[in-house]
């Protein structure tokens, strides 16, 4: 950080990088797990979602529209940026994540390594 910024420089900074978490549920079945994060308002040109070694990292800003010429008297969405970071299983193969957003709803599918998914092993007789 420089010197030259003044502390409502500063203070705009922090407030916009700020962001909320979002609601999020996991499912795991034998094959993999797959994730559910609520992030409303948040278009596909403004979602990112990485994988960097075994941390995933979902983050996407509401597209806010003011219509020209007004200003906003009143808003609830205060903080227009959603974070969540999440240490993933060493059992996931984060190469083959799939991503889907639909009605405001993010929807990943990480598949298990092939060694930690189960298989049937068949029995010889005799």
């Known amino acids: 950080m420089s010197e030259t910024q003044t502390p409502a420089t500063r203070s705009s900074e922090a407030q916009a990088q700020r962001a909320v978490m979002p609601a999020v549920d996991v499912f795991e079945d034998s094959i993999g797990i797959t994730l559910l994060a609520d992030m409303p308002g948040v278009p596909r040109d403004r979602l990112n979602v990485k994988v960097e070694a075994e941390t995933l990292s979902i983050e996407g800003e509401v597209a806010t529209q003011t219509p020209d010429g007004l200003e906003a008297v009143y808003a609830e969405v205060r903080v227009p ?7 993933l299983s060493r059992e996931l193969d984060t190469s083959k994540v799939e991503a889907n957003l639909k009605d405001g709803v993010l929807k990943l599918r990480i598949p298990k390594q092939a060694h930690a998914q189960p298989r049937r092993i068949e029995v010889q007789v005799g």
Not at 81 to 87: A, D, L, S, V
Request: charged share 45%; hydrophobic share 15%; proline share 0%.
């Open 81 to 87: 940026r959603y974070r969540r970071t999440f240490t």
